[in-house]
């Protein structure tokens, strides 16, 4: 056991920080202080909004606009209602499929509420959510969180006093058959030209940590002004980058080419709800909504006191520290991180010699390779004969998650567990990431950071340790293991909720990152041992994986819905 207790140190201190990084605040009661956001007081008007489905056009959506109407008057808002136009051909076509008759929906109808700032010539900050959900589901996450999130947070400011500059709040119409209300506002409202800073809130699934995964271009001034001002932010970078090159809309999307500074903010857990008739307020993670409103109202408190709206800078470097805070720098700081990665390893080879280095190398670019082509397989696995139902995978991520848990523990059984490294080794391990991270910091340095600052951190520790005493030599290594196995672990958790229904591979670059910063202490097995552990791990794969493609439609997918979102 005395061999395993520093591996294990590190990868039971991973799973706290990956738990930890990944949870959500307690929400908040009734009682808390009124200039602080309250999940239990938004939840009064969740449960009203969210009693019943209303799609655009309903009668349902007319009552829930009445209730919103009268909440924001109470608020102190000067409210307007504005027609946002008749839905598109392809929003009209979607709600047929959602009806069943060809009967296009009624016009649309954005709800406008302004609060006065103390001076009225300056840019406004606007808080944006959508009031209408898709056909037969109450929504209470979609977007009914973010529209009460939007009142508790006007609530919130308005106790604080009265605010620098104006604050608008926008209840878009039709997001769900197309972004409609949006686009109409952003096009032809007068008030658009007012507006300075845009917070929009969402939500695919019913629970989990909010995320701020996208901004407007050039977001280095806007993320600066963030990172002040939200004290328990979850955001990174590397979303960001990856939601401009991934197709995938919300109402920010209109406003993404205009000269506004944004952000958008939403929480992806408990997917199986979303768009689901399950979605109901009893089963919205309250915390889900109480780290969006306190993400939310720290932000918008920033903007609204600001001297000067946050403008056009280039693009940051930014993710959380497990929640703990955010780290942000500009992309030339990647090359220092890479520079320092390779002294590390240089001199860790210059006092270790070479023998060894080729066969890191190999590994590591085996156990990416094998991983992948497993996930890959049993993904494939998991699939149900015919089209993939969009909902019935997103109801399955829970058991992929667990599914490529299987898979790529076999991965490391089969090709890293029999193996003792020594120090040549481990920086052979490391060149496969450094290629990548010089690649990545070349191509997407916004991106880059999830490779460059484990490898900055293992190249330094590889060199520090061996001129430490042993014992805390060993301290250090499992403490670096600890926070990067820690930080993958939490980023697979996010790639697997995001994409893991049908691009689990992505999971195989932090589970080489991690098993690098966990190898040197590694204890090693007997070949038997290892061999036998990945065969049981994949047998133990192939059952979940048939258990998924033999399961019944899930029971949160609705009844109307077909196979496309
Ligand atoms: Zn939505």
Redesign the pocket.
């Known amino acids: 056991m005395g061999k395993f207790a520093g591996w294990l140190a590190a990868v039971l201190g991973g799973i706290a920080l990956a738990i930890i990084a990944t949870t959500p605040p307690s929400p908040k009661s009734a009682a808390t202080a009124m200039t602080a956001f309250s999940a239990e007081r938004a939840m009064s008007d969740v449960r009203r909004v969210a009693s019943a489905p209303h799609p655009t056009g309903s009668a349902e959506n007319e009552k829930v606009r009445g209730f919103l109407i009268a909440r924001m008057q109470a608020l102190g808002l000067d409210v307007s209602s504005s027609s946002a136009g008749l839905v598109d051909a392809r929003g009209t076509a979607k709600y047929a499929r959602w009806t069943g008759h060809a009967e296009p929906p009624k016009p649309l109808i954005n709800l406008i509420g302004v609060l006065p700032g103390q001076d009225r010539s300056l840019p406004a900050v606007m808080l944006m ?2 009031h209408d ?2 056909w037969g589901s109450p ?1 209470a996450a ?2 009914t969180a ?1 529209v009460s999130a939007t009142l508790e947070v006007v609530r919130a400011i308005r106790a604080a006093g009265q605010p620098r500059r104006d604050l608008v709040v926008l209840f878009t119409d039709g ?2 058959l197309g972004l409609q209300g949006a686009r109409a506002f952003f096009a032809g409202n007068p008030l658009r030209l007012k507006v300075g800073a845009i917070v929009n809130m ?3 699934g019913g629970g989990g940590r909010t995320a701020m995964f996208q901004t407007s271009p050039a977001n280095g001034a806007a993320m600066a002004l963030f990172a002040q001002h939200v004290a328990r932010p979850s955001a990174g970078s590397l979303a960001v980058f990856l939601y401009r090159i991934l197709p995938n809309d ?2 920010l999307t209109p406003t993404l080419k205009g000269p506004y500074t944004s952000y958008n903010f ?1 929480f992806i857990g408990r997917s199986a709800l979303y768009h689901s008739p399950r979605a109901t307020p009893d089963r919205l993670d309250r915390g889900a909504l109480q780290d969006m409103g306190d993400q939310v109202l720290g932000l918008t408190n920033g903007l609204l006191a600001a001297d000067a709206l946050p403008g056009r800078a280039p693009d940051a470097v930014f993710f959380d520290l497990f929640g703990f805070g955010l780290a942000i720098y500009s992309v030339w700081t990647g090359w220092i991180m890479l520079g320092l990665a390779g002294a590390g390893l240089v001199m860790a080879l210059r006092s270790n010699g070479v023998a060894g280095l080729g066969t890191g190398a190999a590994r590591m670019t085996g156990l990416i390779a094998l991983a992948a082509a497993l996930l890959y397989a049993f993904n494939w696995l998991s699939l149900k004969a015919g089209p993939p139902n969009y909902y019935d995978r997103l109801a399955a991520i829970p058991r992929l998650e667990a599914l490529s848990l299987l898979v790529t523990g076999a991965a490391v059984a089969l090709v890293l567990a029999s193996w003792k490294p020594g120090k040549a080794g481990a920086v052979g391990a490391a060149l496969p990431l450094v290629v990548l991270g010089i690649v990545a910091q070349a191509l997407a340095p916004t991106a880059a950071y999830f490779v460059v600052v484990p490898l900055a951190l293992v190249g330094l520790s590889l060199v520090i340790a061996d001129r430490l005493r042993v014992a805390i030599g060993f301290g250090l290594l499992a403490m670096i293991g600890a926070l990067v196995s820690g930080y993958m672990l939490a980023l697979a958790h996010q790639i697997m909720q995001g994409v893991g229904a049908t691009l689990p591979m992505l999971t195989a670059l932090p589970l080489a990152i991690a098993m690098l910063a966990l190898l040197p202490l590694w204890p090693q097995l007997p070949r038997r041992t290892a061999r036998l552990t990945g065969g049981v791990l994949l047998l133990a794969a192939a059952g979940l994986a048939l258990s998924v493609r033999f399961a019944p439609l899930a029971d949160t997918v609705a009844a109307y819905a077909d196979t496309k979102h």
């Open positions: 959510a959508h959900t898709v929504g979609d977007d973010g997001e769900e969402e939500a695919r919300t109402d939403a």
